[in-house]
Nanobody, 125 residues
Framework: QVQLAESGGGLVQAGGSLRLSCAAS????????MGWFRQAPGKEREFVAA????????YYADSVKGRFTISTDNAKNTVYLQMNRLGPEDTAVYYC??????????????????WGQGTQVTVSS
């Protein structure tokens, strides 16, 4: 059974940085696509970033390109989201997701079979 556990959320001032971690367990993830999504109150869940674990190809939402970086650590089976130059608009619950065997775009939440429980990120102005 795949399990994803996010950590690293918290409260940060605008302009600051946070690094989210997603510890993945239960499978060998080399064939997976790993993604980060976020959901702000009253809004739909939106794509943030994704990485094909095997190839390292990355995908970013336009709103975070140049500020956020997704990466993986094979030895630790962990996916990271480094978030820099945070602004109040980045406030949301951030979810880690894993995809195997589904053909939607990596930007589409329907691509992902497994989800973590989420971690809150709050950016104060």
């Amino acid at each position: 059974q795949v399990q994803l556990a996010e950590s690293g959320g918290g409260l940060v001032q605008a302009g600051g940085s946070l690094r989210l971690s997603c510890a993945a367990s239960g499978r060998t993830f080399s064939s997976y696509v790993m993604g980060w999504f976020r959901q702000a109150p009253g809004k739909e869940r939106e794509f943030v970033a994704a990485q094909e674990w095997n190839s390292g190809i990355t995908y970013y939402a336009d709103s975070v390109k140049g500020r956020f970086t997704i990466s993986t650590d094979n030895a630790k089976n962990t996916v990271y989201l480094q978030m820099n130059r945070l602004g109040p608009e980045d406030t949301a619950v951030y979810y880690c997701a894993a995809s195997i065997g589904i053909s939607y775009s990596p930007y589409d939440p329907r691509r992902y079979n497994y989800w973590g429980q989420g971690t809150q990120v709050t950016v104060s102005s």
